[in-house]
């Protein structure tokens, strides 16, 4: 399924996608990974606390970045500190999302040759 018609499943900032993990010999978990909206410098208050508290995220940055550049620089070097401090990570998908993680998960980035 093309990336963009996945995002265009999530009409609001509170869907979830989830994705199906097999352990060793333990029947299959879920695991969520929240929709949010980062319209402001505000917004990036919660993407901290959410990501802190185990949350993953994909985060909609298109109208802050359409709106104001600078603001949204500030935003996301926040949530960067953030992840820095919680050992989690982040991560740009195209220009209107990013993907925020806490510790136990990691964005796999595909090294071109």
């Not at 978990?29 to 508290?53: A, G, H, P, T, W």
């Not at 982040?90 to 998960?105: C, E």
């Amino acid at each position: 399924m093309p990336l963009k018609k996945l995002f265009e499943r999530f009409k609001s900032p509170q869907d979830y996608l989830e994705l199906e993990i097999e352990k060793e010999g333990r029947p299959s978990e879920r695991l969520l990974i929240q929709v949010e909206k980062m319209d402001s410098y505000e917004d990036s208050d919660r993407i901290q606390r959410k990501v802190r508290e185990g949350t993953i995220l994909m985060v909609k940055i298109k109208n802050l970045r359409e709106n104001d550049m600078n603001e949204l620089k500030r935003a996301i070097a926040r949530v960067r500190k953030t992840c820095i401090a919680i050992n989690g990570d982040i991560a740009g998908i195209g220009d209107d999302w990013i993907i925020v993680t806490p510790s136990k998960a990691r964005v796999h980035r595909e090294v071109e040759k």
